[in-house]
């Protein structure tokens, strides 16, 4: 197979074409039975990877590390940064830089939009951004639309709900740019005080796709083949009584799915606090767990294609 992807680093979601985000698609395709240990796969043997992750993280750090040893590598790292010697002072440049002297990848989530970008500049080895702030989450983006693949055989001419806090959601900003690239119809459901920002809408201009803003899922869910939620985030209101106004709007319960179509499937980048009810999990609409154990085909197909391991 001759390679569609010559990237040193992963940073943004906006740095791929179309055509280079589909071919990691299609390399994740085939490292599902590798994801779930029916295959095995050495290709990364003697590989390192390092795990820099100086806020929380669940799937992300857990499922590069499942990606990593599925395919014999080894992982080292940190998963709270009051472990690391950035707690004496040290900064994000200088850790960066001492660490791609031990590995031969990172993974790098931090609180500060831009720190993967800035990291990318100081480190010998690829930088993958598991997360800057309330910038980008590209590897997460890509396992969304390897879902929303699966589960629809396409991502064209699909109507996409994105709900929630689309304002300071990472997740939603860079799938909203990698929906851009494909012909589909996307509603933003949000407070109007937590839309998604006028720039990113700006950029989907450009892109010259459907899109429209609804304030209430009850008023567009029928309508969807995707519905993609996110925790409204209650910090982000002056007060709770102006929380309480708008929750219920942004939760999703079984009796809400009666008239919805057969095949709408509901995605959650996770974790969710109480936006999806649990009685939703049991419907053959929900799709968020599959879509976290997307992460690990997706997460190998990026470690293959960032080392020397991919040879095909
Ligand atoms: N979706 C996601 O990024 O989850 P974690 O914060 O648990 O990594």
Redesign the pocket.
Same mark, same amino acid.
């Not at 929380?56 to 750090?61: A, E, F, L, V």
């Given at each position: 197979m001759v390679s569609k992807f010559n990237k040193k680093h992963v940073v943004s979601i906006k740095d791929f074409s179309k055509e280079e985000i589909d071919f990691v698609l299609d390399l994740a395709g085939d490292m599902t039975e590798i994801a779930k240990g029916n295959k095995s796969d050495d290709s990364l043997k003697g590989n390192i990877l390092g795990t820099l992750f100086f806020e =929380?993280? !669940? $799937? !992300? $750090?857990l499922s590069f590390e499942s990606a990593m040893k599925r395919l014999e590598g080894a992982c080292i790292g940190f998963a709270r940064a009051g472990t690391s010697s950035v707690k004496k002072g040290e900064t994000l440049a200088d850790t960066v830089q001492v660490i791609s002297s031990y590995v031969d990848i990172i993974v790098l989530r931090h609180p500060q939009e831009g720190a993967a970008r800035l990291a990318a500049k100081f480190s010998e080895k690829p930088i993958i951004n598991a997360?800057d702030g309330a910038g980008q989450?590209p590897t997460?983006t890509l396992l969304d639309l390897f879902t929303i693949r699966e589960e629809k055989d396409e991502i064209e001419n699909k109507k996409i709900g994105i709900a929630g806090d689309l304002k300071y959601g990472r997740?939603v900003h860079s799938l909203t740019h990698a929906l851009s690239m494909y012909d589909c119809d996307l509603t933003f459901i949000a407070p109007a005080s937590l839309q998604i920002p006028d720039e990113i809408i700006k950029d989907i201009e450009k892109m010259d796709i459907k899109y429209r803003k609804a304030e209430n899922i009850t008023d567009v869910l029928d309508d969807l083949d995707v519905l993609y939620m996110t925790r409204i985030q209650r910090e982000r209101f002056p007060s709770d009584e102006e929380y309480e106004e708008v929750a219920e709007t942004y939760k999703i319960k079984k009796d809400m799915l009666e008239n919805v179509k057969d095949d709408m499937i509901i995605m959650h =980048?996770? =974790?969710r606090v109480d936006e999806i009810y649990s009685d939703v999990d049991s419907t053959t609409h929900a799709k968020y767990f599959k879509q976290a154990a997307n992460g690990v085909p997706i997460r190998m197909a990026l470690l293959k294609l960032l080392t020397e391991g991919y040879n095909e």
């Open positions: =929380p993280s !669940t $799937r !992300t $750090r997360g989450h997460q997740t =980048p996770l =974790p």
